[in-house]
């Protein structure tokens, strides 16, 4: 059983400010990433990372940060949230250094509302 | 770099069959297949590695042709259980894994 966690749940917020969705696991594992999805949509990939210090952007990076200091643990930060980043943001992990034959395992994910 | 899936969106009787397909621009090594159920995080079904190796899950298969960089999901007298959103996905050698642009499965009594 996959054993990685997300939090907040749900979120609420208004316009400007800044939030931290985190994401941790307890696998070990060694790359991790952030996904952004719409309800039914595709997901997009935002950061990912394949190790401790090491991060890297996706395709949707421009408006948010990620670190990663420890092996489990990789926050995403949205330095001023926008309604535009109303969405689902979903954190996934695989083991090793690449997916190649091993499988992404999901948090439940972060339904953020920006007002 | 996002693999094209198809079709868009399907419904189903149940125990008819169905098959999704992915197809990627680029080089795939390995494919993975992922189901999505409503306000649900995507869950593994499998993993297609180079050689044509064809994997079963219950009643769902699929292939992988690394020469004309696709594969292909197979649902076999589909279930109520099987409705969802289907996922390929594909690492890039850049490490980034991304996935296709999804089907959408409705199986109806």
């Known amino acids: 059983e996959a054993d990685i966690y997300q939090t907040p749940r749900y979120l609420v917020i208004g316009t400007g400010k800044k939030i931290t969705l985190e994401c941790s696991q307890t696998m070990g594992h060694d790359k991790m990433y952030w996904y952004q999805q719409d309800p039914g949509m595709e997901l997009h990939l935002i950061h990912y990372?394949?190790?401790?210090?090491?991060?890297e952007k996706g395709d949707l990076s421009s408006e948010s940060t990620v670190s990663r200091i420890r092996t489990e643990h990789f926050p995403l930060t949205l330095e001023s949230a926008r309604p535009s980043h109303t969405s689902q943001y979903l954190c996934?992990?695989?083991?090793?250094?690449?997916?190649?034959?091993?499988?992404?395992?999901f948090g439940n994910g972060t339904r953020l509302t920006v007002t | 770099q996002q693999p094209v899936q198809s079709p868009q969106a399907v419904i189903l009787r149940e125990g008819e069959d169905a098959v999704i397909n992915c197809s990627s621009s680029?080089?795939?090594?390995?494919v993975h297949w992922y189901r999505q159920k409503h306000g649900e995080a995507p869950v593994f079904l499998m993993i297609l590695l180079k050689g044509g190796e064809q994997k079963g899950h219950e009643k769902i298969s699929a292939s992988f042709n690394e020469k004309k960089q696709q594969s292909s999901l197979y649902l076999t007298a589909s279930q109520l259980s099987y409705s969802g959103t289907y996922f390929c996905g594909t690492e890039t050698t850049g490490n980034q894994f991304y996935f296709g642009t999804g089907t959408s499965l409705t199986v109806i009594p």
């Open positions: 990372s394949y190790g401790v210090n090491s991060t």
């Open positions: 996934a992990s695989g083991q090793g250094m690449s997916s190649y034959n091993s499988p992404l395992h």
């Open positions: 680029k080089a795939l090594y390995s």
